[in-house]
């Protein structure tokens, strides 16, 4: 199993000469094996440039499998410029979760952003392509669920912390396993009120199991969007991150070695980022942070057109 990141930036595209190293393309990877189908997660405006790719060297009809963690528009925003999903013949599942607090589904969402006041060509284009399934009731006990998404490959859930509901994979394939949190924050106290079942001991339990979801992977791809300075935002509280929905690198790195993670690419680059930043932060501060935290653990900062190994 290979990994490939197509797009590693968080919240909206960043074209442009400062972010050209690691890319500016939103969240698209690509679970790579030698047979089966086409295994890809997320649909942000990398997945644009995979489909460019396919239609180049693959021949249609495709048949591809698309997990999606959640609903925000970095993780959708590139489906409608995906081209195999216009190819007759082809095959296209999209699977994930709908923001249940607003009563739609998953599919509606998806097939929002293809009306006429955002897009246009219409969503009949593609009736006998596209099929949605929804995780909604896979978690109707609240407990994470396994399946077999196609021959030889195990697919875990599991519920992040997020403003809309997200979910987190875990890919299990040919020995080896391979984990994507989507957007995810640290379990903890978010505001100053007080609100009921905010205790200490119920953000431990859920950041545990998170710790336990993440056990022993070959490699996890993380939401590092901050570093903790900038989330907490000590002497500007205005400007702290609390509640966005996003994790960073001193949590993650802690993260790896509770769970004993064997490589952990940092990803979701925040879109304020700039490549020099982004070398500077590893080499300066989260490379050696790692090194002595977690000393089994790999790190590195994903980037686009990066292919892992597994
Ligand atoms: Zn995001
Ligand atoms: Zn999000």
Request: proline share 6%; charged share 25%; glycine share 8%.
């Amino acid at each position: 199993m290979k990994i490939r990141f197509w797009g590693v930036r968080g919240s909206l595209p960043t074209p442009g000469p400062d972010t050209a190293r690691y890319g500016g393309n939103t969240t698209c990877i690509q679970v790579i094996r030698d047979s089966g189908p086409l295994i890809i997660i997320d649909a942000g405006t990398g997945i644009r440039v995979l489909g460019d790719q396919l239609m180049k060297t693959a021949r249609p009809p495709f048949d591809i499998k698309l997990l999606v963690t959640h609903t925000h528009w970095d993780h959708i925003h590139g489906f409608p410029f995906f081209t195999p999903i216009y190819t007759p013949g082809s095959k296209v599942e999209v699977m994930g979760i709908g923001p249940l607090r607003e009563g739609k589904s998953f599919e509606q969402v998806m097939r929002d952003q293809m009306t006429y006041s955002y897009f246009p060509v219409e969503n009949t284009m593609l009736d006998n392509v596209v099929s949605y399934q929804d995780f909604n009731r896979k978690f109707s006990d609240g407990v994470e669920k396994s399946f077999e998404l196609c021959e030889g490959v195990k697919v875990t859930l599991k519920l992040t912390n997020h403003p809309v509901y997200c979910i987190a994979y875990r890919i299990e394939a040919d020995g080896k396993s391979f984990i994507f949190t989507g957007d995810h924050e640290p379990w903890a106290k978010t505001t100053t009120e007080d609100r009921p079942g905010d205790t200490r001991e119920l953000f431990r339990i859920m950041n545990h199991r998170m710790v336990e979801f993440c056990r022993g992977a070959d490699l996890i791809a993380i939401d590092t969007t901050y570093t903790q300075a900038e989330y907490e935002s000590a002497d500007k509280p205005h400007l702290s991150k609390r509640g966005w929905g996003h994790s960073y690198f001193e949590f993650n790195i802690g993260l790896a070695k509770q769970a004993g993670v064997k490589r952990m690419a940092f990803t979701h680059h925040d879109p304020t980022r700039t490549d020099d930043a982004l070398d500077r932060l590893m080499s300066e501060s989260y490379l050696p942070q790692g090194k002595k935290e977690a000393p089994d653990t790999e790190f590195f900062a994903a980037r686009e057109g990066m292919e892992i190994d597994l």
